[in-house]
């Protein structure tokens, strides 16, 4: 049966985090939420690792909600974070992309520190606070598990309004980390025989978007989509994206960027159309696929 007829794409969000990276539900959990919220196809996008992936089987099997292996890539320009989702990518941890995510991961843990001990220094918290709200110890503690210890420790009412103030990077406590850059982490998908959409652009609230000429240099380094519906972007920002796609030819996809609790995102509120997961699975060129359902019917 072909993707695009595929009954189990009705419904598809590309875009999820689990407690490998910095969600708050572990992967059976992740795809219990998506069941309960009607997504019938969920991509597991956990920042700069794929240490999930290993798990999607069983909460397929134990859902019945299709899995697309996924990671969302960091990356760097000229200061701002720039954000790329890698569907259907070579896990090798010997490629390219997976060296520069070690790389973004080992600096993105020294970051933390150095960000908890200049919080440390005005507001209650500390880095035995911060570890507690991490699910696993192998877990790379991110700016979101610093948000939770902010909150556990009452500075701040919950996860947005810590990176709305004490965690913003225009703010007095931010400190950057090693990130490839953009057009780098393009060739690598592509390297690792997967596919580059470029997530939430014009986010408002994360560096108050990205440059135009930065997205047609990662265009012409061979960008595959932009997500373009995103619940940081508003009707104007989703109407000028639409129009950059369909200029260049891109895919058009659609995520929640659900974290579980903490984040007002919720599973499904964006979503994928099965046509363009149809197309995202023909342009792979990896071994890695989609688990359906069925795989495991007997």
Same mark, same amino acid.
């Given at each position: 049966?072909? *993707? %695009?007829?595929d009954?189990?794409?009705?419904?598809?969000d590309?875009?999820?985090?689990s407690?490998?990276?910095?969600?708050t539900?572990?992967?059976?959990?992740?795809?219990?939420?998506a069941?309960e %919220? +009607?997504?019938t196809?969920?991509?597991?996008?956990?920042h700069d690792?794929? %240490? +999930?992936w290993?798990?999607?089987?069983?909460?397929v099997?134990?859902?019945?909600?299709?899995? =697309?292996p996924?990671?969302?890539?960091s990356?760097?320009?000229?200061?701002?974070?720039?954000h =790329?989702?890698?569907?259907?990518?070579?896990?090798?941890?010997?490629?390219?992309?997976?060296?520069?995510?070690?790389?973004?991961?080992?600096?993105?843990?020294?970051?933390?520190?150095?960000?908890?001990e200049?919080?440390g220094?005005?507001?209650p918290?500390?880095?035995?606070?911060?570890q507690? #709200?991490?699910a696993?110890?192998?877990?790379?503690?991110?700016r979101p598990?610093i948000?939770d %210890?902010?909150?556990?420790?009452?500075v =701040?009412?919950?996860?947005s309004?810590?990176?709305?103030?004490?965690?913003a990077?225009?703010?007095?406590y931010?400190v950057?980390?090693?990130?490839?850059?953009p057009?780098?982490?393009?060739e690598?998908?592509h390297?690792?025989g997967?596919?580059a959409v470029?997530?939430?652009?014009?986010?408002?609230?994360?560096?108050g978007?990205?440059?135009r000429?930065?997205?047609?240099?990662m265009?012409?380094a061979?960008l595959d989509?932009?997500?373009?519906?995103?619940?940081?972007h508003d009707?104007?920002?989703r109407?000028?994206?639409l129009?950059l796609a369909?200029h260049?030819?891109?895919?058009?996809? +659609?995520g929640?960027?659900?974290?579980?609790?903490?984040?007002p995102?919720r599973?499904?509120?964006n979503?994928? #159309?099965? *046509? =363009?997961?149809a197309a995202i699975?023909?342009r792979a060129?990896?071994?890695?696929?989609?688990i359906?359902?069925?795989?495991w019917s007997t």
């Amino acid at each position: 049966m072909s *993707d %695009a007829a595929d009954p189990v794409h009705d419904r598809i969000d590309l875009h999820a985090h689990s407690t490998w990276s910095d969600g708050t539900r572990d992967v059976v959990e992740l795809f219990e939420d998506a069941r309960e %919220a +009607g997504v019938t196809a969920l991509a597991l996008t956990d920042h700069d690792t794929t %240490a +999930g992936w290993a798990e999607l089987p069983d909460a397929v099997r134990a859902t019945g909600v299709a899995a =697309v292996p996924g990671i969302e890539v960091s990356a760097e320009h000229e200061g701002l974070s720039v954000h =790329v989702l890698a569907l259907l990518v070579d896990p090798d941890p010997g490629s390219g992309l997976a060296g520069e995510m070690a790389r973004a991961c080992r600096s993105r843990a020294e970051r933390a520190r150095s960000m908890v001990e200049l919080l440390g220094r005005d507001v209650p918290i500390s880095w035995d606070l911060v570890q507690e #709200q991490v699910a696993d110890e192998t877990t790379v503690i991110g700016r979101p598990h610093i948000a939770d %210890a902010l909150v556990a420790a009452g500075v =701040v009412p919950d996860r947005s309004a810590a990176f709305a103030e004490l965690l913003a990077p225009t703010g007095p406590y931010y400190v950057p980390y090693y990130a490839p850059s953009p057009t780098a982490v393009v060739e690598l998908i592509h390297a690792a025989g997967g596919v580059a959409v470029i997530a939430h652009p014009s986010s408002s609230s994360r560096d108050g978007g990205l440059p135009r000429g930065l997205l047609e240099d990662m265009i012409a380094a061979g960008l595959d989509g932009i997500e373009v519906d995103h619940r940081e972007h508003d009707d104007a920002e989703r109407t000028a994206l639409l129009e950059l796609a369909d200029h260049h030819g891109l895919l058009v996809t +659609g995520g929640s960027d659900y974290h579980g609790a903490g984040k007002p995102n919720r599973l499904g509120e964006n979503l994928t #159309q099965s *046509d =363009v997961l149809a197309a995202i699975t023909r342009r792979a060129t990896s071994t890695t696929e989609v688990i359906r359902p069925w795989t495991w019917s007997t």
